[in-house]
């Protein structure tokens, strides 16, 4: 490995992360709803070994990027990788799509049976022994209580198919609940300088109740990077699902791509592009332990690998929330209390 990233504890378990993890949506390529277009697998485990070569240690994935075929890549850069420098496979469980309707929305199914069918799936697709870290990704509907899914996941872990559990899009009287019957060792919410809710109520219960939280979308798909113009969303595939989507198109648009573009004085000012800068400010929020950052090929890595050792100071985050009030971009608190992870 030929650089290293800071790393900080995951919550009470026993696992130390880098504060930017590889996210693997993208790479789960064509023929579902949220797809992001065709990909070039080579290229992305190219781009998951160039992560792991800066320094990144985890990846998060989930079966329904692609319908398996995310956690079927993931699976193969694993294989090309020494013992030594294996990362941390993160992945979920929770909705399950139709085979014959491949484009329609999944069903979202907490059965217990289903839950533990989905982890055999992945731990084959994954090629690996046990998961590191397990989430629920969004709460079913089902009808399946929290009370009867979260004891399969303390069960899974117990039995040691899975090393860590957590909870994905679940609201603070989920969580609640589920701390009840058993820690919850992570939360995986939506948190950008757009999507900021989250600083006000599921960051802050992570941070008291020692629960980590690894946040996705923090360049809101692209968005924050500081390449985004209206021109190059009209060249996305038509299969892309970003294309139609609120964020990229009007009113929303403008004012994230104005965001983007009041980050670069603070990139500037620390020599760092504009999507690392998006990132970092993430990471400035007390309770966030660590970003799901995502790439399909090994540039798009160097673009953000800065931000896992960046840290943005008081004057940054002063700056970028005039910026968030000026832009009238999303919602949530423009300055949430900035803290530092425990090392």
């Not at 160039?50 to 329904?64: C, Q, S, Y």
């Not at 609640?176 to 060792?185: K, S, Y």
Request: charged share 20%; glycine share 10%.
């Amino acid at each position: 490995m030929s650089s290293s990233l800071p790393t900080v504890a995951f919550g009470r378990t026993d696992m130390r992360v880098s504060r930017v993890g590889f996210g693997a949506w993208a790479i789960g390529g064509e023929g579902w709803p949220d797809a992001w277009g065709a990909q070039d697998d080579g290229v992305s485990v190219a781009a998951i070994h160039r992560a792991v070569e800066l320094g990144v240690n985890w990846i998060d994935t989930a079966p329904i990027y692609g319908h398996g075929h995310s956690e079927q890549v993931v699976g193969r850069a694993l294989r090309g990788l020494s013992e030594a420098d294996r990362p941390l496979v993160f992945t979920k469980a929770g909705l399950r799509w139709n085979p014959d309707e491949p484009m329609t929305p999944p069903d979202l199914v907490g059965s217990p049976a289903n839950i533990r069918a989905e982890v055999d799936a992945s731990l084959r697709r994954l090629g690996v022994d046990r998961i590191d870290l397990l989430q629920m990704h969004w709460p079913p509907t089902d009808g399946t209580p929290i009370e009867e899914y979260w004891p399969t996941f303390l069960d899974l872990r117990d039995q040691g198919k899975v090393r860590a559990v957590g909870l994905s899009n679940h609201d603070v009287s989920m969580l609640d609940v589920a701390e009840a019957l058993g820690h919850v060792d992570s939360l995986q919410p939506k948190f950008s300088a757009v999507y900021r809710d989250a600083a006000a109520d599921v960051l802050p219960w992570c941070a008291d109740h020692d629960t980590a939280a690894i946040v996705y979308s923090p360049l809101v798909s692209g968005l924050l990077t500081g390449s985004f113009t209206a021109g190059r969303i009209a060249g996305l595939p038509a299969d892309d699902w970003r294309r139609n989507h609120p964020d990229f198109t009007e009113p929303a648009l403008s004012r994230h791509l104005a965001l983007a573009d009041g980050l670069r004085p603070v990139a500037e000012r620390h020599g760092v592009s504009v999507a690392a800068a998006a990132v970092a400010w993430t990471l400035a929020v007390r309770g966030v332990t660590g970003a799901i950052v995502g790439a399909r090929r090994p540039d798009q890595v160097d673009g953000w690998i800065a931000a896992g050792s960046l840290a943005l100071d008081d004057t940054d985050l002063d700056e970028i929330a005039v910026v968030i009030e000026k832009t009238g971009a999303g919602s949530g608190p423009a300055h949430p209390t900035a803290g530092r992870v425990r090392g």
